[in-house]
């Protein structure tokens, strides 16, 4: 265990958790990973099984921003102290507002930092993708945006990564667009920026029969595109906005060649299906698309093979606004309780659980 990395003041609770009780529950088992105070949101596992989890910065309680949770019930500051200690230092050295965390098939871990603190930015130089080698534990690399990528209004939301065409695609769900990001080159453009797809629609998110964040116009507050996914072939990159009930995808193909105007490709999209409202999504070991859906505290899936409507997986009453979904060596899955719609204290504390998602045929 590396003896370098600072101890961080928060209690864990991990994976030797018992299931919980399946009264009230659906489909396959959830077993609690850990539990924290303070507000996460993404998850990665590595292929080791190290976990890694990241806090943004959504309110001043926010100590530091990436950790990898431990067997001795404790967390570790991730990759060290130092990019965990930004206080208006320069913010392209620091983590602003971690968002997302997601490890690769060639197992190195992405950090997406929107430097957005509390909704409010994007900072001038900050937002960026991180990658960190999990081998040395060091940042090998670090992709800077500048303000045609990350325009004020952006949030760069959450990624992932081709490794064999070396590239990288984020969602931003603050105004709605796919960045496409090369990884030789650095360069990035931002995609489907003005097309539908990746846009909010006119939703209102009911949660335990209350509306969340309902606006003069009836409908909750606009995020645009924000769960993606890649599916095993390369094929097509998926995604959706999470104030909708649609999911879509595209040509990865065509998102990348800088010859395809924006005309050209969003006449590419394809609606997939109707979806739920969620958060977060990820591709299977079995070649299937998991959804986390906030409305009913659930993750559901679709069949690339069968196609056809979304089935429920695993439904439980402490899966509070399921967020992030990670894939572990294992085949298992992991995914993050984030329970926004509870507000900055709730009651119940943050919770990370683990299930198989070939329990419920």
Known sequence: MRKNLSMMLCTVLLACTPALSQSGSKGASLSVVGTTKRQWSGVAVAKDRRVFVNFPRWSDNVPNSVVQLLQDSSMLVYPDQGWNEWKDQNPGDHFVCAQAVYVDKNNTLWIVD?????????????????????????????????ETIAPPGSYMNDVRV??????????????GAIVVLDLDTGKAQRRLADHSSTKAEKTLVVIDGKPWSKESDGTSRKINSDGIALDSSRQYLYYQALTGRNLYRVPVKSLIDEKVTEEDLGKKVEHVTKSCVADGMEFGSDGNLYLTSIEDNSIKRWSPSKKGALQLVVQDSQLIWPDSLANAPDGSMYVTSSQINLGPSPVTPYRVFRFKPNMRK
């Open 162 to 175: 081709d490794t064999k065409r070396k590239k990288a695609f984020l969602t931003d769900s603050g105004l």
């Open 114 to 146: 929107p430097a957005a603190p509390k909704f409010q930015g994007p900072i001038k130089g900050g937002p960026k993708l991180v990658k960190v080698d999990l081998k040395t534990n060091k940042i090998e690399q670090v992709f800077k945006f500048d």
